[in-house]
């Protein structure tokens, strides 16, 4: 069995590599303890929904209900016997089903990886949530081979996709996508190839559509597969489980054309179900996608009027360093307090900057920096500079630990554009030209 990395592959890590980046993603996150499984199952899901502000989606009373979802994967092996589940056949959410591969109704077989990937959409371990679609209706097809890179694989996510929108489904979720062991980065430009050309056709067709960035962030390959390299598909990258930071593995954009992506990140290190009743802690922008496509069924609830464009523009705005962007989180991870007429964002400067030749200081306020039981990683600071084409020059994200006082970073000798910073809610921006 080769080693698969791309799109839905890139989650079928070797067992060495998947081990490190669990690891990795763990102790980043404190999660290596001496506590029992069910313990820190508990504490990998607080710590995902204290980043997304899940809460909010049970105050206004929002499980997706109404929304049809069509999720394209490798097989649902288990899915109709885990407990994770049980609840979408109980109560006659599974509409429908086909195995591409194999022509047949039966999708049942073959991987858990889609298993995984639907209970990111609408999981459950007991009684808590691990999917925000929880009542959504859905569609289940298997397009891809696990050990196999074929052209047909391909096809079958065109064919899925045009019976989905016959179906009527209104969200497509796909933790599929195709990358080097088929084109180049050059083809990733949203246009060229085939199913990001049926990608595009179904968003002009008003379908919303949500593809996970792939898991080569940390590969000589590094950017997104197709079709997340179409504007207008909400692509989706992945983030640490505490920290609002992208995590290793994740792709990273732009596109060909320099079109930014991802859109929105979700946590990337999730729990999933494992055989026909277990639970493991599993990795990939697979899981991070299903999570996003939870929220915007519950958008479509919220609002059944809407197009797919308002839609996108929502979950963007979400982002919590919205408007502020980077090809590492696009806009961010959703604060779902943003869908409270309570919100109120910050306007308020927090930092300070200063230019000295070519170096740039930021000075943090005190109060902010200060040590914090509310932030026990510390903060994320970020920062970019756009181009006079709107391309990112460069961009940056960096911890910043708990009563540090400043920061700083050397600005090269010809940069020019926007240099934007963005701490703790607030957004700094300043047109610089090139030193003399």
């Known amino acids: 069995m080769k080693q698969m990395r791309n799109g839905i592959k890139g989650n079928m890590f070797s ?243 320099g079109v930014r992506k991802p859109e929105i990140s979700a946590p990337g290190y999730v729990l999933g179900p494992k055989g026909r009743k277990s639970y493991t802690e599993t990795a990939g922008t697979s899981f991070a996608a299903p999570m996003i496509g939870g929220i915007a069924a519950c958008l479509l609830e919220l609002h059944p009027d809407w197009t797919n464009t308002q839609v996108y523009d929502e979950i963007c705005r979400l982002g919590h360093t919205f408007p502020f962007y980077d090809y590492e989180l696009g806009y961010g991870i959703p604060d779902l307090r943003k869908l409270l007429p309570s919100y109120t964002p910050v306007d308020t400067s927090n930092f300070r900057v200063f230019f000295v030749g070519d170096t740039v200081f930021v000075r943090f306020d005190s109060a902010l920096v200060a040590d914090s039981a509310a932030f026990p990683y510390g903060r994320i600071l970020h920062y970019h500079l756009q181009s006079a084409d709107s391309t990112l020059a460069a961009n940056y994200e960096v911890r910043i630990p708990n009563s540090t006082n400043a920061y700083y970073f050397i600005r090269r000798r010809l940069s020019r554009g926007i240099l934007r910073i963005w701490f703790a809610g607030y957004l700094w921006e300043e047109r610089i030209e090139m030193l003399e």
Request: no cysteine.
């Open 15 to 257: 067992n060495i590599h998947r081990s490190l980046l669990l690891m990795m993603a763990m102790a980043a996150s404190g999660l290596l303890t001496a506590q029992n499984f069910p313990a820190r199952y508990d504490t990998l899901i607080s710590l995902v929904q204290d980043q997304l502000h899940s809460e909010v989606l049970d105050s206004l009373k929002l499980s997706g209900k109404g929304v049809k979802i069509a999720v394209l994967d490798a097989g649902f092996k288990h899915a109709n016997r885990h407990p994770a589940l049980a609840h979408l056949w109980q109560n006659g959410q599974i509409l429908s089903t086909w195995d591409f591969v194999d022509d047949q109704a039966n999708v049942l077989h073959h991987s858990d990886h889609g298993t995984q990937v639907l209970s990111a959409l609408a999981g459950r371990y007991g009684n808590r949530k691990l999917g925000y679609a929880q009542d959504a209706q859905f569609f289940l097809f298997r397009t891809e081979h696990e050990r196999k890179e074929e052209f047909f694989e391909e096809e079958n996510w065109i064919k899925a996709l045009h019976w989905a929108d016959s179906l009527g489904a209104d969200i497509l979720v796909s933790s599929v996508n195709f990358t080097y062991e088929r084109y180049s980065l050059a083809d990733l430009n949203g246009e060229r190839i085939p199913v990001s050309k049926a990608a595009a056709e179904a968003v002009a067709k008003g379908m919303v559509i949500i593809v996970a960035m792939g898991n080569e962030g940390d590969s000589p390959w590094r950017y997104m597969g197709a079709p997340a390299d179409v504007p207008g598909v909400i692509s989706v990258g992945g983030s640490m489980p505490s920290l609002p930071m992208r995590i290793q593995f994740s792709s990273i954009g732009p596109n060909a054309l």
